[in-house]
């Protein structure tokens, strides 16, 4: 998840679900991290009032009103994988 078209594209693939988009707080509370980069987020979209679950929530789901909010990380929703272009080629 770099910057808001991404946002949308995830929102284009996955039309009913709410997902996971793959940023944690897990490590230091607050402290938002790209689990695929293990980079900080430059990029948040969060909802009016998330992120609001504390250490309970470490992890983010993508909504359908393109909004983030922070979730537990045991609840169940489909994964959105991040994957290079040149993965897909063939040699
Ligand atoms: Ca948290
Ligand atoms: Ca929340």
Redo the contacts with the bound molecule.
């Keep these: 998840m770099q910057n808001a078209e991404e946002n949308e594209n995830i929102i284009s693939m996955s039309p009913v679900n709410d997902v996971w988009i793959l940023v944690e707080?897990?490590a230091a509370?607050?402290q938002w991290v790209n689990k695929v980069t293990g980079q900080s987020v430059n990029y948040t979209n969060w909802n009016a009032v998330e992120?609001n679950?504390?250490?309970?929530?470490?992890c983010v789901i993508l909504t359908q009103s393109r909004k983030w909010e922070?979730y537990p990380c045991s609840a169940r929703f489909s994964y959105v994988c991040e994957r290079s272009l040149s993965s897909f080629k063939d040699d």
């Excluded at 679950?53 to 470490?58: D, I, L, S, V, Y």
């Design positions: 707080d897990s509370e607050n992120p679950g504390g250490t309970n929530e470490n922070d």
